[in-house]
């Protein structure tokens, strides 16, 4: 029996068909069936991927799919306004993340994540590694952190960053009550138990190191900045994330010094408008774009997003500010606000610490991955590359961020179950 | 154990969520406290894309002749200009080199950004409707400007016509002017052309005014009551004002005349000395002073040398015409000067500034500005050239009629000066300036500019006792007020006046 929030699915699936007429109307002046096709395959992924976990997680939260897959509509509509090649792309990868979704599923249990928290581990270093050395650069975005094969590009880091997020969650609640506990004082604040930390301290120091070396900023804030709020959670210790946030501020400035990319990262974060021309170039033009979007918007198709670089990737945020005004990008952050509240709620009703903290850090990744490019682009952060989860184009960022929705689903299943 | 997990989940989801309020404000902020200066910044590439593509409004005179019109080309809208004369009126819209003038002050207007209801407005910026271009209407009549073209003929100079009750500018013309429809192309060359046709001298150009300038002395003269006007005096020989010797040469068919015959027929001597004697107000009336024979030595000579003369009075009224400050209008106007901040007055320089010359430097609307002074009763227009903007039935009026920014003098003083310019015309210098049938008002000027030639002027009203029309007109080294810059201002009064 359908019940009233599945009717919420119609949201996505008529947002992403008038996106789709719209541009249809203002590029081509004709409507006809293949305009609908995405919308049409969409709608059937949807049900699918909707009647499936209605099947096998039936007491999972009805409200986190809609709102994943009105971001991911808005997300296709954009990529098809801003590079109408690559939005029938972006509508497979759309169905490749529901399936993907649909696959958590068959997972024995949640608690078998936990089981096998060193090998996921082991394999997120493996695939890093992997990725130095066997990593393209296909869109000569200046890093090379994609696996080609055939057509298809992959971005590991997507993958990387799930697996830590599992393996953090079980590596936490194992030793939880020792983080807590233990730990010598000076004066007020208490120091971690570095014996107990080093596990992730060393493999996210290595992921962090992996990083920089491939240049690559915005997934080593985003890996620092969910240890942090997943260390907060198992341990309630405030001077951790105090401490960690004062070793990301001090470790920022190190690499300011010594990496010319980071430098300049920092100097335009500063004052983008004096290299206006060259390095604040992007940076500019988003903030022009967000301004000449004002409150409602140019209308879809009616502003100039063509300015901004990367703008279907890491910018569509200003896109969607330009054609959809502040009322859309309000909307947007709404919907993660949803989302990241869903997220967490899940995680309040858990009852296992082991699924806890697995829905807390997946809230968080998806969270923190929007809050750092949103900043950035709002030039209230230094700018750091990385995708708006489920809004850019990019299949590996589609589908890891539906994994997590998948994750999230059987969480919160299990626990109204159990 | 739970329970502790809970809170911190709590809190951390609050921080979380906090973090996304930041960014709600941050949207808020660029795009609604800064998206009017961002979104209009000339850097902002849409501001460009959007002018190359979007209609502008026509600039029409205050007949509707359309002065300034924009048509489509598959490059974009392309301007052009009905007039190349119209040029230092209008300004230009170039993409290459900018606004200049009225296309710039009022471009914002003429694109239609700035819709006329505040209500339209309002939707404007809601849902960036695309803006509805203005048509610019302005003071200027399309007929009195070909007139002021034609009248000035081959000459380089400038003619500046007033309507002296409301301000409204009725032409301003500048020659040399270029082509603004191939602004373009020529502004490169035009710029190093050593006939300088960029140069707007009916506003910026600084001149010796001559003889004119006597309006100015004669105001102060009369405003203070410093002359019998019934008591004539004798002008026959030349006086030594220090090493400088001022004539009657000008009046010297009249060597028996009264301060308005001085006027009209351009007596150096008579306000050269008038010039002097405004330090000494107890010497009033000065009609002795200023006879060939005075009643005793000159107070400003070696034997009256305790008291020096003064400029004070003189810059006191040049000052009320306008001179010396900044005078409000659509285009920059340079300040006009009695002389140099440095110079310390001496008798000598005085003297030659009571008649125009000395370091006096005008723009041509400071000139015709006098004359509408004295044609308004002592009130010296504020002068306009934007009547209103236009769209469709909509209109917002851009300057009120009939304000005034100064008053030069009294009422009687004006209509005392009045005569004296109608004498000029009727009986003086500016007989070319006369009309069959209508009472003209006028003074012409020779400005010695050092060269050996002279720049010939004009300035006047018409009909004197209801004037309609104030102009100055200034030829350049065409040689005295009365042949060549008088007749042309009767053509462009004419065409004022409508008088055929």
């Known amino acids: 029996m359908p019940s009233a929030t599945d009717l919420l699915l119609l949201c996505p699936v008529a947002l992403l068909a008038i996106g789709l007429v719209l541009l249809a109307l203002v590029r081509r002046q004709i409507v006809d069936w293949q305009t609908l096709t995405g919308a049409v395959l969409f709608a059937g992924g949807l049900l699918a991927a909707a009647v499936w976990s209605r099947w096998r997680l039936p007491r999972a939260d009805p409200l986190l799919l809609p709102i994943a897959a009105t971001l991911a509509a808005v997300g296709q509509t954009m990529t098809s306004r801003l590079v109408p090649g690559l939005g029938p792309r972006q509508g497979i990868w759309v169905l490749i993340g529901l399936g993907a979704m649909t696959l958590v599923g068959l997972l024995p249990a949640i608690g078998w994540l936990r089981r096998y928290r060193y090998t996921w581990a082991t394999l997120a270093i493996f695939l890093q590694i992997l990725t130095l050395a066997l990593g393209r650069d296909p869109n000569g975005s200046g890093a090379a952190l994609w696996f080609v094969i055939g057509p298809v590009s992959v971005q590991p880091m997507e993958i990387v960053k799930l697996l830590l997020v599992v393996f953090l969650a079980a590596y936490l609640e194992e030793y939880r009550e020792l983080l807590t506990m233990a730990g010598r004082r000076v004066g007020r604040v208490h120091l971690p138990p570095l014996p107990y930390l080093a596990p992730i301290l060393v493999m996210i120091g290595v992921a962090l190191l992996l990083f920089w070396l491939q240049k690559d900023l915005g997934p080593a804030l985003l890996f620092s900045t969910v240890l942090l709020a997943m260390l907060y959670v198992a341990s309630g210790r405030a001077s951790y994330v105090v401490m960690g946030l004062v070793l990301l501020v001090l470790g920022g400035a190190l690499a300011s010094r010594v990496f010319d990319h980071v430098h300049t990262r920092v100097v335009t974060w500063f004052d983008p408008w004096s290299t206006r021309d060259s390095l604040g170039y992007q940076l500019v033009q988003a903030l022009y774009a967000f301004a000449s979007g004002g409150v409602f918007g140019a209308g879809l198709d009616m502003g100039s997003p063509r300015y901004i670089p990367a703008v279907h990737t890491d910018f569509v945020i200003a896109a969607i500010g330009e054609e959809l005004g502040l009322v859309g990008t309000l909307a947007i952050v709404s919907l993660f606000v949803l989302l990241v509240q869903r997220g967490f709620v899940i995680a309040l009703s858990a009852r296992s610490a082991f699924s806890a903290l697995l829905a807390a850090g997946l809230s968080s990744v998806v969270a923190l991955q929007a809050l750092i490019i949103l900043a950035g682009t709002l030039e209230l952060i230094p700018l750091t590359g990385i995708t708006l989860p489920f809004v850019s184009y990019g299949g590996s960022s589609v589908v890891a961020n539906f994994l997590i929705v998948g994750l999230l689903l059987r969480i919160s299943h299990e626990e109204a179950s159990a | ?500």
């Open chain 2, 1 to 500: 154990m739970l329970d502790d997990l809970r809170a911190n989940l709590r809190r951390t989801a609050v921080v979380l969520l906090a973090c996304f309020g930041v960014i709600a404000v941050a949207l808020g902020y660029w795009q609604v406290w800064r998206a009017p200066d961002l979104g209009q910044d000339p850097a902002n590439p849409r501001v460009a894309d959007e002018r190359l593509s979007q209609p502008r409004g026509r600039i029409l005179d205050r007949n509707g002749q359309v002065l300034a019109d924009s048509e489509s080309t598959a490059q974009g809208t392309r301007r052009q200009y009905a007039e190349a004369s119209l040029v230092h009126t209008l300004g230009f819209h170039s993409e290459r080199f900018g606004d200049t003038n009225l296309e710039a002050a009022y471009d914002a207007e003429l694109r239609g950004e700035r819709s006329l209801s505040p209500l339209d407005r309002l939707a404007q910026q809601l849902f960036h409707r695309s803006p509805a271009p203005n048509d610019l209407v302005l003071s200027i009549d399309k007929r009195i400007h070909d007139a002021a073209v034609e009248a000035l003929g081959k000459s380089d100079g400038a003619v500046v016509a007033i309507d002296p009750r409301s301000g409204a500018v009725l032409a301003l013309v500048s020659r040399p002017f270029f082509d603004p429809n191939a602004a373009d192309e020529q502004l490169a060359k035009m710029q190093s052309d050593p006939a300088q046709p960029l140069f707007n001298r009916a506003v910026q150009a600084l001149y010796v005014p001559g003889s004119t300038f006597k309006t100015v002395t004669a105001t102060a003269a009369l405003d203070t009551n410093l002359v019998d006007l019934n008591k004539p005096f004798l002008c026959t020989t030349a006086i030594k004002v220090g090493n400088y010797s001022v004539d009657c040469k000008n009046s010297q068919h009249i060597p028996r005349l009264t301060y308005k015959q001085a006027y009209a027929w351009s007596s150096n001597r008579v306000f050269g000395l008038t010039g002097l004697l405004l330090g000494f107000p107890k010497l009033a009336p000065i009609n002795g002073w200023l006879d060939d024979k005075p009643p005793g030595p000159y107070p400003w000579t070696e034997a009256g040398a305790s008291v020096r003369p003064s400029g004070d009075v003189l810059i006191d009224y040049a000052r009320r015409y306008g001179l010396e400050r900044s005078i409000p209008f659509d285009l920059p106007v340079a300040s006009s000067q009695v002389k140099r901040p440095s110079t310390e007055w001496t008798p000598e320089l005085l003297v030659q500034t009571a008649f125009g010359q000395g370091e006096v430097q005008v723009t041509p609307m400071q000139m015709a500005l006098i004359a509408a002074t004295v044609a308004n009763g002592g009130r010296v227009p504020t002068p306009y050239l934007a009547a209103e903007l236009r769209n469709g039935s909509a209109s917002r009026q851009l300057h009120e009629p009939g304000q005034f920014f100064s008053i030069a003098g009294s009422g009687d003083t004006a209509r005392t000066l009045r005569d004296f310019m109608v004498e000029g015309v009727d009986n003086g210098y500016a007989a070319r300036a006369a009309i069959p049938g209508i009472k003209v008002a006028g003074k012409t000027g020779t400005a010695e500019v050092g060269d050996g030639t002279s720049h010939s002027w004009f300035i006047g009203f018409a009909p004197a006792d209801d004037p309609r029309v104030a102009v100055a007109v200034i030829m350049e080294h065409q040689g005295s007020g009365s042949d060549f810059a008088t007749p042309a201002a009767q053509r462009v009064m004419r065409a004022a006046l409508a008088v055929q």
